[in-house]
């Protein structure tokens, strides 16, 4: 099943944009004919609408970056990054809404995701990467409660200090309990916490604070997750691909190799999150 649903996606991925090519709605058509064996119909539909909205960002974001004169003028009437941000949310919205409830209708299977930035601190090198990563899991695992346990707590570094928590309650624990109480921690509070849970050891310009609550406290599953993380990797990784394709001279001379780069670590992801 994982590998159906991972086909869809990345069919869905590669048909927006395309949609007057026959031969990509033909495999769209098949790939969906093929989840329908084994997946509920409404699912199909939920999965469908997240990737394409996050195909639809990820071809905004990367219009935004480019700075050729008459394409950063038209960006400064059209604002591809306002928009690219707004399908990303209305994704995250479908994920939080319609994705979540239909495929974890368990809540001793539910978790809490949370997206924070902390500064003051070099998180990109591995050393005190490994050290924030600790102070931030028992900071959390401390102000959420629930039973929460700090080595329980799942750490992805998105890069720039941003990261994403994955908390689980403990045993007998509730994960709305959770989700409020660390929707509760006032950033001041938390930045304590985490200030106070890093070695001395830390190099910081400054002090070691908590700067932004990225994404609140939200609901999840490991379901729901994988789902949304092979939609979000999957759209990343046909738009590298695109881009590769048509760099032509670029990749040979190696300007492009960021896209190869790119792909890989993308369908890593994918993979990791459909074996």
Request: proline share 4%.
């Amino acid at each position: 099943k994982n590998d159906v649903v991972r086909q869809l996606i990345l069919s869905q991925c590669r048909l927006v944009g395309n949609e007057a090519d026959t031969f990509l709605v033909r495999d769209m058509a098949f790939a969906e004919r093929r989840a329908q064996l084994g997946v509920d119909q409404d699912l199909i539909e939920i999965i469908k609408a997240i990737a394409a909205k996050c195909m639809a960002s990820s071809a905004l974001c990367r219009y935004s970056d480019r700075k050729q004169p008459f394409i950063f003028a038209y960006n400064l009437l059209s604002m591809p990054s306002m928009r690219s941000r707004k399908l990303r949310a209305d994704a995250e919205r479908i994920r939080n809404e319609e994705l979540f409830p239909l495929v974890s209708p368990d809540p001793l299977m539910w978790k809490v995701n949370v997206v924070l930035t902390v500064l003051g601190v070099d998180c990109e090198h591995p050393r005190y990467q490994a050290d924030v990563g600790q102070a931030v899991r028992s900071a959390l695992a401390a102000s959420g409660g629930q039973g929460a346990q700090a080595d329980d707590v799942e750490l992805e570094f998105w890069g720039g200090g941003t990261m994403s928590a994955i908390i689980a309650p403990g045993a007998g624990g509730s994960a709305e309990a959770l989700r409020d109480a660390v929707d509760g921690i006032p950033l001041s509070a938390l930045s304590a916490a985490v200030a106070e849970n890093c070695p001395k050891s830390v190099f910081a310009v400054g002090k070691v604070y908590v700067s932004e609550i990225n994404e609140p406290p939200m609901l999840m599953s490991d379901r729901s997750h994988a789902i949304f993380k092979v939609c979000v990797h999957g759209a990343w990784l046909e738009q590298n691909t695109q881009d590769w394709d048509g760099a032509q001279s670029a990749a040979i001379t190696g300007a492009a190799q960021g896209y190869k780069v790119s792909m890989a670590g993308d369908k890593k992801i994918v993979d990791t999150f459909t074996p």
